[in-house]
């Protein structure tokens, strides 16, 4: 059964800093997903990596993938107040349901 | 084109009673997936359902419960509502069920118990 853990849970960030969010999963996942929740909304689908060494980038986010270490990472570049949200990481576990991390809850201070 | 969409997007009820939640998937999508979410916590999967059948189960009690109907639209039931019920309800479509096919998600139906 897949497990998915992200950390930080928590992300206090100024403006204009780097940082990066980890998820580390237990078993083989055909795919890894990204999505993004503002605070009392639906999820945002950021990114879909697809294979080992995959790497996506949008805007200030990059999402890679790296199978063999289970492990993907959400790297964030000169952060703006924007990117303010939870985000949160998922596979597919057996019976084709996504498996949730608990979210990292990303707060950016002008 | 239309996403997903549910209603209501917010109820209230009272412990003991029964709720029934709607969701209309992506036109085109065969398969849809019910999560539960508690606050401050990350979507845990309750059902999936595919061409009107139940395909996949998550771990929570008989209180829950789920149809699919021809038009592929989809209703989640909780009956004997507990306090711990409370949270936001999604939604998922997806073309079929299959970990190749990406499931786009509704806006949610916040669901209070007291």
């Not at chain 1, 990596?49 to 993938?65: C, I, W």
Request: glycine share 8%.
């Amino acid at each position: 059964e897949l497990k998915v853990e992200q950390n930080p849970l928590f992300l206090s960030m100024q403006e204009g800093k780097n940082y990066t969010i980890y998820c580390n999963y237990s078993t083989t996942s055909d795919r890894l997903y990204w999505y993004r929740q503002d605070p009392g909304k639906s999820l945002e689908s950021l990114f879909v990596l697809l294979s080992n060494g995959a790497v996506k980038q949008e805007g200030r986010l990059m999402a890679s993938l790296d199978t063999k270490a289970r492990l993907s990472t959400l790297h964030i570049t000169a952060a703006v107040h924007d990117l303010s949200a939870t985000y949160f990481c998922a596979g597919y576990n057996a019976g084709n349901m996504l498996t949730f991390g608990g979210g990292t809850r990303l707060m950016v201070k002008p | 084109d239309a996403g997903v969409t549910q209603s209501p997007t917010h109820l209230i009820k009272t412990r003991g009673q029964q709720v029934t939640l709607r969701c209309s998937p992506i036109s085109g999508h065969k398969s849809v997936s019910w999560y539960q979410q508690v606050l401050g916590q990350g979507p845990q999967f309750i059902f999936q359902y595919y061409e009107k059948e139940e395909r996949g189960r998550g771990n929570f009690p008989d209180r829950f419960s789920a149809r699919q109907f021809p038009n592929y639209s989809s209703e989640l039931n909780v009956n004997a509502l507990l306090l711990g019920d409370s949270a936001l309800y999604l939604c998922a479509s997806s073309l079929f069920v299959s970990q190749r096919t990406e499931a786009f998600f509704g806006q949610g139906t916040r669901l209070t118990v007291v």
